[in-house]
């Protein structure tokens, strides 16, 4: 069973800057593609970014591609979305996920949310103008 906690939410103008982070727990972590997803009480639920199992593949959604980075650590045990030129279109709940590769390859990444088993509670981010 996987447990995933987020941190580094908060307010930030426009053009600023933030690094969300994703405290990640569980058995073989090391089997698992982690993603970044955000909802607004206007939207559903999309996705933003994602990282294969070896930390050798990346994907991001259009909206954000160039100005957001998503990384894990060596060890796999905690992952980051690294947000930059920030704008108010970005203000959300944002989430990570953990999916299993299920004997996939270890570059396999995945946008659907129904890959992903496991769920944080997710931290606000808040852009001004």
């Known amino acids: 069973q996987v447990q995933l906690v987020e941190s580094g939410g908060g307010l930030v103008q426009a053009g600023g800057s933030l690094r969300l982070s994703c405290a990640v727990s569980?058995?073989?972590?090391?089997?698992?593609?982690l993603g970044w997803f955000r909802q607004t009480p206007r939207e559903e639920r999309e996705f933003v970014a994602g990282i294969s199992q070896n930390g050798g593949s990346t994907m991001y959604s259009d909206s954000v591609r160039g100005r957001f980075t998503i990384s894990r650590d060596n060890a796999k045990t905690t992952v980051f979305l690294q947000m930059n030129s920030l704008n108010v279109g970005d203000t959300a709940v944002y989430s990570c996920?953990?999916?299993?590769?299920?004997?996939?390859?270890?570059?396999?990444?995945?946008?659907?949310?129904?890959?992903?088993?496991?769920w944080g509670q997710g931290t606000q981010v808040t852009v001004s103008s």
């Open positions: 996920a953990a999916g299993s590769i299920d004997y996939r390859s270890s570059d396999f990444v995945s946008g659907s949310p129904t890959f992903y088993d496991y």
């Open positions: 569980g058995r073989t972590l090391s089997s698992y593609v």
